[in-house]
T-cell receptor, first 113, second 116 residues
Framework: KQEVTQIPAALSVPEGENLVLNCSFT??????LQWFRQDPGKGLTSLLL?????REQTSGRLNASLDKSSGRSTLYIAASQPGDSATYLC????????????FGTGTLLAVQP | DGGITQSPKYLFRKEGQNVTLSCEQN?????MYWYRQDPGQGLRLIYY???????QKGDIAEGYSVSREKKESFPLTVTSAQKNPTAFYLC???????????????FGDGTRLSIL
């Protein structure tokens, strides 16, 4: 059974610092991996989607990498800002016909001004 | 603007009552999903629908029911059989069915359900 783990559960950094969030999954047979951002009391905003054949995706200050063989993904945030404060969730789509996602429990990020 | 609308934002349920959460999308997406989010547990899939008039159970379907009579709408009913319904409920949709492309899921802003 696929399990997704995110470490650390919470992270606090000063503004301007570069940081890395980690996501690991137990079954490497995935279709894709998606990173989301969730603000308090809100839904999820899709940040990056990495297909199983890709190694990384970039969007602005965000870079996500995928190493399927080791069951790991990282989300790199450059030059962090207070507005980046949120919960970051990763989710994997297992191989198969449906677009079901299996989520990690998230990393709560606080960027201190 | 295209998006997913969930209503109400807050909902209270009395003992023995069924309540229905609304989810509407104007993205022309085929697939829709309902997730439940509890503190410290991430999101868990309740039901999903890949096409109108068809839906499948997710990992925690007991105590819930859905319908998919229109492409745009996927309401979730929390029945009295669901003994621990207090949670944040999120609806999502996506464009692809099966292996047709790698498309992200898009989420609504959620409904917070509490017990009176």
């Amino acid at each position: 059974k696929q399990e997704v783990t995110q470490i650390p559960a919470a992270l606090s950094v000063p503004e301007g610092e570069n940081l890395v969030l980690n996501c690991s999954f137990t079954d490497s047979a995935i279709y894709n991996l998606q990173w989301f951002r969730q603000d308090p009391g809100k839904g999820l905003t899709s940040l990056l989607l990495i297909q199983s054949s890709q190694r990384e995706q970039t969007s602005g200050r965000l870079n996500a990498s995928l190493d399927k063989s080791s069951g790991r993904s990282t989300l790199y945030i450059a030059a962090s800002q207070p507005g980046d404060s949120a919960t970051y969730l990763c989710a994997v789509r297992p191989g198969g016909a449906t677009n079901k996602l299996i989520f990690g429990t998230g990393t709560l990020l606080a960027v201190q001004p | 603007d295209g998006g997913i609308t969930q209503s109400p934002k807050y909902l209270f349920r009395k003992e023995g009552q069924n309540v229905t959460l609304s989810c509407e999308q104007n993205l022309n997406h085929d697939a829709m999903y309902w997730y439940r989010q509890d503190p410290g547990q991430g999101l868990r899939l309740i039901y999903y629908s890949q096409i109108v008039n068809d839906f499948q159970k997710g990992d925690i379907a007991e105590g819930y029911s859905v319908s998919r009579e229109k492409k745009e709408s996927f309401p979730l009913t929390v029945t009295s059989a669901q003994k621990n319904p207090t949670a944040f409920y999120l609806c999502a949709s996506s464009i692809d069915i099966g292996s047709v492309g790698n498309q992200p899921q898009h989420f609504g802003d959620g409904t917070r359900l509490s017990i009176l």
